[in-house]
């Protein structure tokens, strides 16, 4: 264990861990926006940068592991002020068109000018500006947006294992985009989208949908697979208009393209809400007990007729483990036959 | 006469100027002529690297029975006059011989790195070996362990020459400590030939003239670390140095001073040569590491160090192309001769490129602690066209400026520090009264800000806005607390980037204004002291010295000047698109340029 401390406060931490880490521990707020928890440590944005006695200059804690008695100090006025430029840096090459972002109120960047005040800016120059669009059908790509922290790049790679997306360009052209701009072909996972700290990834079909600060969340299971992810719905009046997941869950936070953006069906007209019964070639509306009814009377009939192994039932990964052991019980008490099997076999 | 040699210089400098077709000149002029019958056996013809005044190329040396002559602007068709004259009549010819300026640009370097540059072909290894060459190597393999080697460099004080300055033998040393376990134990050395600076050819003329130096250099870095693989870091536009070094490679191989079992003496080493893609960046270490490792070059945070964590995240050195070429010379003719140039903290030479407004531009090696005059005037042999000095750009785009009040200084890497520039890879601009200051901080950060990887956000916005900030002073559009904002910007983009190229591409800017502050001062108020920025000037004619001559008239591409035939004519400032034509090809000096 390693004795570090930080603005006066002490604390012991096992070594390789960052400055970063150690003063979250101890509650200490130090400004991030390249920072992600689940990500390797990246240092472009330069707002966590703290003093450490013995080095002449600013480091990044999200860098700098910790060293036995280190003493840091995560906020002076030239620390401060610098983290101030920093951001000014970035707001003068930001469209700050909050006003009608997808992301306002939810937005790091957002946040960051409203603690630092930062209205004028003494930077003020030409700004990035992109005509192109993306023509995926999933991600709003508003590359004008982008702050280059790198999030998106890294958790394609190092979580998801894709590399859809990399930095091109140099200095201020500098870009994250798929190889030769093409438009975005990937597994679509959005991965991306919930680690941006800015309005430059969203979903697009969550735009114009809801403020975050007005939307109900829900917690709940992902029905499309037996991994059964953590998700959650946001709901704005009275219909789901994006799905997320919590980093505190199981699967960290991790989605993909079905749990993350396969939610239309929700509200889509086409879905069956009601059985339908075959009569004389055609699809009619039942109820449930006329529904259940006929298809006991068919089982009965055929198992009669030609035995219990004549019938096979095959249950699906969208079901709950609940459900799905109640099924093979049917199948096996019931009708008697060991003919059952899952999609998720296949 | 029993024995003739001819060397043409034949880097690329030389070869530019047509060193290929001198040295087939020769070769034919030689076969045709009646050369005499006992010469034949002894005669040889050689490429050479560079001797450092490329300004005078083709330099070609005549060597009878070891007496040299030296010969300036060589072109094939004045050699069959030299075969002639000097090598069958035996009378060099002498309006064609290097003159005074030759000899003095020469007079007060000391070459170390560079000594057998120039002198021996780099394509042949025998050459190198011929002079000494594998002798450290030899040495190192036959007498010492690699604890000796690192003690001898510690105790030569050599230190980096790629710009940071830090001891060599501290850093071989610390990685000779870390012991890796031992399914990892793989180290690395690597030489950073990624050679960036505008203006800096230093690394590139080594390679060029010398590059068994360098293979030495890694091989005994190598027994010293205990790396077993090493990589050089080679700019791909440097196709002549590339080309060199491979075949120097090969040659080495074969020779076994790399590969298997070294002169048996049970240690393998090998080089694989890595092409850089033309990133400046890449020339930061960590950057560099990630380019070979196949990923997008851009710096990450120290620590850890490469020296812990290097290449494929095992121990690794690197070193530049120069401190490399420094070991063999080191190991061989020892420490003590070596820390006997140089100054208390700054041993040995430095290789330099002087260039600018002086009048002997080039390649030139010189003891640390050499004053900065002696550079300028003994070595550069002045200011051209006898102008007069405004000051000297060291460090290219990471440096600063030294004005003529300090040309007593030391040149070392701390009495630099300490008028805030650098010593750095080794770029040197001379600039003179027409030059002006807020142009060339603006020519530096234009490169920095191109070259910055879009990492961090000091470097890939602040650079910019520095670069929007002098650009509009320079178009007579500065606001007036805009020398404050470069000033404060400048130091916070010092401050909070992540690697050297942010950490020091403010320098050009905050030197310009600390030495030269008035300049930018007159740009505010709309003015340009050294008639350069484009945008502030006015051209018009004054009428009692014009001739009516027409020149200006003809010269003008805008159409913007009038008047008849022997009558004063006129520029209507509207249409004038400031080039200046008019004002260079005016005999009378009747256009004025305010």
């Given at each position: 264990m390693l004795k570090v401390t930080i603005d006066g406060k002490t604390i012991e931490v096992p070594a390789g861990t960052t400055v970063l880490d150690a003063a979250k521990m101890l509650d200490i707020p130090i400004p991030t926006l390249c920072h992600h928890p689940k990500l390797t440590p990246f240092g472009g944005c330069r707002l966590c940068i703290v003093e450490i006695k013995g080095i002449p200059r600013p480091v990044t804690s999200c860098t700098t592991p910790v060293s036995d008695n280190m003493e840091v100090t995560t906020s002076t006025p030239q620390i401060e002020d610098l983290r101030k430029t920093v951001l000014e840096l970035i707001l003068s090459d930001h469209p700050n068109d909050c006003m009608v972002c997808e992301k306002a109120g939810d937005c790091t960047l957002q946040e960051l000018a409203y603690f630092y005040g930062i209205r004028e800016n003494r930077f003020a120059g030409e700004r990035r500006i992109y005509t192109k669009k993306d023509g995926n059908p999933f991600l709003e790509r508003d590359m004008e947006k982008c702050i280059l922290c790198g999030r998106c790049v890294k958790v394609c790679d190092e979580v998801q294992g894709v590399g859809a997306i990399d930095f091109t360009y140099r200095g201020f052209k500098s870009k994250i985009c798929p190889p030769y701009e093409k438009d975005l072909d990937c597994e679509f996972c959005g991965q991306c989208v919930a680690v941006c700290p800015t309005g430059a990834l969203t979903g697009k079909q969550w735009a114009h949908k809801g403020r975050q600060k007005d939307i109900k969340e829900i917690d709940t299971i992902c029905p499309y697979c037996g991994t059964g992810c953590n998700i959650t719905l946001h709901v704005s009046r009275n219909e789901v208009i994006r799905v997320t997941s919590k980093e505190d869950t199981w699967n960290e936070g991790w989605l993909c393209v079905k749990g993350r953006f396969g939610y239309k069906f929700i509200n889509s007209p086409d879905r069956l809400k009601k059985p339908l019964i075959k009569k004389n070639g055609k699809f009619e509306e039942a109820s449930w007990d006329e529904a259940l009814d006929y298809i006991a009377t068919r089982l009965n009939e055929i198992k009669a007729k030609h035995g219990a192994d004549a019938i096979g039932g095959l249950s699906s990964a969208r079901c709950t483990n609940e459900e799905n052991y109640l099924f093979q019980k049917l199948i096996r008490a019931a009708i008697g036959t060991n003919n059952i099997d899952h999609c998720a076999r296949l | 006469m029993n024995n003739l040699e001819i060397k043409v210089c034949m880097g690329t400098g030389g070869i530019a100027a047509g060193g290929t077709d001198v040295l087939s000149a020769f070769d034919s002029a030689l076969k045709e002529r009646s050369i005499p019958a006992e010469l034949q056996m002894g005669c040889s013809m050689h490429k050479v690297g560079c001797r450092g005044l490329c300004a005078k190329d083709v330099l070609v040396d005549v060597l009878i029975d070891d007496s040299r002559t030296t010969y300036q602007y060589i072109k094939p068709e004045m050699v069959q006059r030299i075969v002639d004259e000097h090598i069958v009549g035996g009378n060099p010819v002498s309006e064609w011989l290097v003159k005074e300026d030759y000899h003095n640009f020469h007079e007060k370097q000391i070459k170390v790195v560079l000594s057998d540059c120039g002198n021996i072909d780099p394509e042949d290894i025998n050459s190198y070996i011929s002079v000494g060459g594998y002798k450290a190597t030899e040495k190192v393999f036959a007498t010492m362990k690699p604890e000796d080697v690192i003690a001898e460099i510690k105790k030569s004080g050599l230190r980096g020459r790629g710009g940071a300055g830090f001891p060599t033998g501290v850093k071989w040393e610390a990685c000779r400590g870390v012991q890796p376990n031992l399914q990892m134990g793989q180290k690395y050395i690597i030489c950073n030939a990624d050679e960036g600076d505008p203006g800096a050819f230093m690394d590139r003329a080594v390679i060029e003239g010398n590059p068994h130096a360098v293979i030495e250099g890694m091989v005994i870095g190598a027994y010293a670390i205990g790396a077993s693989k090493g990589y050089v870091?080679?700019?791909?536009?440097y196709p002549l140095a590339v080309e060199r070094l491979k075949l120097a490679i090969a040659a080495a191989r074969e020779r076994r001073f790399i590969g298997k079992n070294i002169l048996d003496s049970g240690f393998d080493f090998d080089i694989k040569i890595k092409l850089g893609a033309g990133a400046f960046v890449c020339g930061e270490e960590t950057a560099l590491i990630a380019s070979i490792e196949g990923q997008r070059g851009m710096p990450r945070a120290k620590p850890p160090f490469p020296v812990y964590q290097g290449l494929w995240g095992k121990p690794t050195v690197i070193n530049n192309v120069e401190t490399l070429a420094n070991i063999p010379y080191i190991i061989v003719k020892g420490a003590d001769w070596f820390s006997s140039y140089g100054t208390e903290k700054s041993k040995g030479t430095k290789v330099f490129a002087l260039t600018g407004k002086v009048k002997n531009t080039g390649l030139i090696e010189v003891p640390m602690g050499i004053t900065l005059k002696e550079i300028i005037?003994?070595?550069?042999?002045?200011i051209e066209n006898d102008k007069k000095l405004k000051a000297v750009q060291t460090g290219g785009p990471s440096g600063g400026c030294i004005t003529p009040d300090m040309l007593d200084i030391n040149v070392d890497y701390e009495s630099l520090a300490k008028v805030g520039s650098i010593v750095g890879s080794g770029g040197m601009i001379v600039l003179d009264e027409d030059d002006c200051m807020v142009n060339v901080a603006k020519y530096f950060l234009s490169f920095t800000q191109a070259e910055s990887c879009g990492k961090c956000v000091p470097c890939r916005i602040g650079t910019k806005r520095l670069l929007e900030i002098l650009n509009r002073i320079t178009k007579g559009k500065g606001k007036e607390d805009d020398i404050e904002l470069l000033l404060k910007l400048g130091s916070d983009v010092k401050s909070a980037s992540l690697c050297g190229l942010g950490q020091t591409a403010p320098n050009p800017v905050l030197s310009t204004i600390k030495y030269f502050r008035e300049e930018y001062e007159a740009h505010l108020q709309g003015k340009c002291p050294a008639k350069v920025c484009r945008d502030l000037l006015t051209y018009s004619i004054i009428e009692e010295f014009c001739k009516g001559c027409g020149a200006c008239l003809r010269a003008c591409p805008a159409g913007a000047i009038t008047g008849e035939k022997k009558q004063p004519h006129k520029i209507a400032p509207e249409i004038c698109v400031k080039c200046g034509a008019c004002f260079d090809v005016c005999k009378f000096k009747a256009v004025g340029r305010e």
């Open positions: - | 870091y080679i700019r791909a536009e005037y003994d070595i550069g042999g002045g």
